[in-house]
């Protein structure tokens, strides 16, 4: 980059609705899976942070835990997440799922919105699964509600209309420093994605039997003489009849949650990968702050 140019940068949120692919975009615009994806509502519960970098730019991107109201401590945690986001950026995209009716939720987040100052874009996402006509009305009908700084209609699963969006973010980042080293693609610790990956699975194979009280604790992780990363995880779960669901019939539910995250861990981590999974009760921890803390919930944090 010549002297002449202008190197941008900045810190860009991503918010919305439950299950509108706000980690489908992440991991999209990244091109690594950093961030878990899951036809459940609220999958991310942390703030998500991927670093995109070019010869001209590096725009941090944070996927926050979709917007809805709080059902216990650990919801209360995710909105604290979510909500403390939209001060701390310089740029907001809100994603929308073209296909969903609009509703109080999307109301709720609009109303956050005009409280805040900060740049946003309306990014209509799934726009495969709407005609042409009825995109336009759904984008008259939100520019009715608030004043978008964009709107970017894309496909995040099939990353049509991704890059349009990606240069519209460019232009509206001011110059900057380069925060993190151009190879680095997250801020979160490899045991945070590897955790993530694992929960990840255990929600898909389990579909609808097992609610959000699930989380994922990475006992160890170390590299073996062999050359192979032994990887321990404990899945924790509120309910006994949960650990039968978990661990399945002769333990084949586990088995197969295991052989699935085997693959993703070793494609994060570039190397064989030794995976052991334990399932463990503990009743009611999304309500219990110590255990929200034990398990990477630190409200200290927000």
């Given at each position: 980059?010549?002297?002449?140019?202008?190197?941008?940068?900045?810190?860009?949120?991503?918010?919305?609705?439950?299950?509108?692919?706000k980690?489908?975009?992440?991991?999209?615009?990244?091109?690594?899976?950093?961030?878990?994806?899951?036809?459940?509502?609220?999958?991310?519960?942390?703030?998500?942070?991927?670093?995109?970098?070019?010869?001209d730019?590096?725009?941090?991107?944070?996927?926050?835990?979709?917007?809805?109201?709080?059902?216990?401590?650990?919801?209360?945690?995710?909105?604290?997440?979510?909500?403390?986001?939209?001060?701390?950026?310089?740029?907001?995209?809100?994603?929308?799922?073209?296909?969903?009716?609009?509703?109080?939720?999307?109301?709720?987040i609009?109303?956050?919105?005009?409280?805040?100052?900060?740049?946003?874009?309306?990014?209509?996402?799934k726009?495969?699964?709407?005609?042409?006509?009825?995109?336009?009305?759904?984008?008259?009908?939100?520019?009715?509600?608030?004043?978008?700084?964009?709107v970017?209609?894309?496909?995040?699963?099939?990353?049509?209309?991704?890059?349009?969006?990606?240069?519209?973010?460019?232009?509206?980042?001011?110059?900057?420093?380069?925060?993190?080293?151009?190879?680095?693609?997250?801020?979160?610790?490899?045991?945070?994605?590897?955790?993530e990956?694992?929960?990840?699975?255990?929600?898909?194979?389990?579909?609808?039997?097992?609610?959000?009280?699930?989380?994922?604790?990475?006992?160890?992780?170390?590299?073996?003489?062999?050359?192979?990363?032994?990887?321990?995880?404990?899945?924790?779960?509120?309910?006994?009849?949960?650990?039968?669901?978990?661990?399945?019939?002769?333990?084949?539910m586990?088995?197969?949650?295991?052989?699935?995250?085997?693959?993703?861990?070793?494609?994060?981590?570039?190397?064989?990968?030794?995976?052991?999974?334990?399932?463990?009760?503990?009743?009611?921890?999304?309500?219990?702050?110590?255990?929200?803390?034990?398990?990477?919930?630190?409200?200290?944090?927000?």
């Amino acid at each position: 980059m010549n002297q002449e140019e202008t190197f941008k940068s900045g810190f860009v949120s991503i918010i919305g609705r439950p299950n509108v692919g706000k980690s489908t975009l992440l991991n999209r615009i990244i091109g690594q899976k950093i961030a878990i994806m899951s036809d459940k509502p609220q999958t991310t519960r942390n703030k998500v942070q991927g670093v995109y970098t070019t010869n001209d730019a590096q725009i941090v991107f944070i996927d926050t835990p979709g917007i809805h109201k709080p059902k216990h401590r650990l919801g209360d945690f995710m909105m604290k997440v979510a909500t403390n986001t939209l001060r701390e950026v310089d740029l907001i995209l809100y994603v929308i799922d073209a296909d969903a009716k609009f509703g109080p939720g999307e109301q709720f987040i609009i109303d956050r919105l005009k409280d805040t100052k900060t740049p946003v874009f309306l990014i209509v996402n799934k726009i495969d699964k709407v005609s042409k006509d009825a995109l336009l009305e759904i984008i008259a009908s939100y520019r009715e509600r608030y004043e978008f700084e964009e709107v970017v209609p894309i496909s995040a699963l099939e990353g049509e209309n991704v890059g349009t969006m990606m240069d519209q973010i460019k232009v509206h980042l001011e110059e900057g420093p380069q925060y993190y080293p151009s190879d680095q693609i997250t801020d979160h610790p490899e045991r945070f994605i590897v955790a993530e990956l694992v929960r990840e699975k255990a929600l898909h194979v389990t579909k609808e039997e097992i609610p959000h009280s699930l989380a994922v604790v990475i006992e160890q992780m170390k590299r073996r003489d062999n050359g192979k990363v032994y990887v321990g995880a404990t899945i924790i779960v509120e309910r006994s009849s949960q650990k039968g669901i978990i661990i399945g019939k002769h333990g084949s539910m586990l088995k197969e949650i295991g052989q699935k995250a085997r693959v993703d861990i070793e494609a994060l981590l570039g190397s064989s990968v030794f995976l052991e999974l334990w399932v463990k009760v503990q009743k009611d921890w999304r309500n219990r702050p110590s255990q929200l803390k034990d398990y990477g919930f630190n409200e200290d944090d927000y």
